[in-house]
């Protein structure tokens, strides 16, 4: 049973452009929602983490829009570069649950010159 | 500071066979957790371990057991293997109180034949 739905599963985009991904869950005990950034060969690498009781969260050029009532969020990556070109996950976790982190499937995206 | 180191890099096992995966934690934190990522698909939860001891498991079945040691370092067994084990295994660690932000190693490839 998947709890964590992401979309797209793959995405190509212009350099300078801005790449949306989305993801909604089901289990409203999730109560922290980080972003990972995983290159071919390698780990996942920690990009950015929201907590349901703020909307926004900006680092750098990675932006998480949260929806709590939708139970949606989405990230953007402003100023896209190709050495962003990754494939990116999106997770929910629940403090005291019964799990670890809940990842969605998987963004392939590509960022062209 | 070295993050979480995990070893071996790659392994290649036979059917029916055993395996032993080890992780090493980033400095300061003292919980590791276990993730399952198959070619292509977000990482899976297979369990956490916290003073030693199992805290939380995911939907694995028994041929999939752990370690922890006093320094906090890991050990992930997985008994009679099956070609549907192939897979990369990943270690995350976090400082338990502080944080749910979790660090990922680099993972270990491993191919069962």
């Known amino acids: 049973q998947q709890q964590v739905k992401q979309s797209p599963q793959s995405l190509i985009v212009q350099k300078g452009g801005i790449p949306i991904i989305n993801c909604a869950y089901e289990n409203t005990a999730f109560d922290y929602f980080p972003w990972y950034q995983q290159f071919p060969g390698k780990g996942p690498a920690l990009l950015i983490a929201i907590r349901p009781d703020v909307s926004e969260k900006k680092e750098g050029r990675f932006t998480i829009s949260f929806n709590k009532s939708a139970k949606q969020f989405s990230l953007h990556i402003m100023d896209s570069q190709p050495g962003d070109s990754a494939t990116y996950f999106c997770?929910?976790?629940?403090?005291?649950?019964?799990?670890?982190?809940?990842f969605g499937k998987g963004t392939h995206l590509i960022i062209q010159p | 500071d070295a993050g979480v180191t995990q070893s071996p890099t790659h392994l290649i096992k036979t059917r029916g066979q055993q395996v032993t995966l080890r992780c090493s934690p980033k400095?300061?934190?003292?919980?590791v957790s276990w993730y399952q990522q198959a070619l292509g698909q977000g990482p899976q939860f297979i369990f956490q371990y916290y003073e030693e001891e199992e805290r939380q498991r995911g939907n694995f079945p028994d041929r999939f057991s752990g370690h922890q040691f006093p320094n906090y370092s890991s050990e992930l067994n997985v008994n009679a293997l099956l070609l549907g084990d192939s897979a990369l295994y990943l270690c995350?660690?976090?400082?338990?109180?502080?944080?749910?932000?979790?660090?990922f190693g680099p993972g270990t490839r491993l191919t069962v034949l």
């Open positions: 997770a929910a976790f629940e403090r005291g649950g019964a799990d670890g982190l809940t």
């Open positions: 995350a660690s976090k400082e338990t109180g502080v944080t749910d932000t979790q660090y």
């Open positions: 400095s300061g934190h003292d919980t």
